[in-house]
């Protein structure tokens, strides 16, 4: 199972590439769109995204940890099933 710690780590680091996508595109291509940004707007709607994005990506790596956890531990109490020869 993966830790809490690493669990951070890891959206943390796929978030951080994210940002500057998200960002990028709030700044540069929704003004193509006619919908007009500052770079403060793109910098706090990127912000809020940020926020919601780790939120969910944590939650749902953990239930799946938990999950995962769950299967194993049921797997281990489980005996194997024994063939007997004649």
Not at 1 to 8: G, N, P, R, V
Not at 15 to 27: P, S
Request: aromatic share 14%; glycine share 4%; net charge positive.
């Amino acid at each position: 199972m993966q830790s809490k710690k690493l669990s951070h780590i890891e959206v943390v680091t796929n978030q951080i590439a994210g940002i500057v996508i998200g960002w990028l595109i709030t700044y540069y291509i929704l003004p193509l769109l006619g919908i007009p940004f500052t770079a403060t707007q793109s910098t706090v709607t990127t912000l809020i995204f940020f926020v919601a994005s780790y939120i969910r990506m944590y939650a749902l790596r953990r239930f799946f940890n938990q999950f995962r956890e769950g299967r194993n531990a049921k797997e281990e109490k489980e005996e194997p099933f024994e063939t007997s020869q004649p």
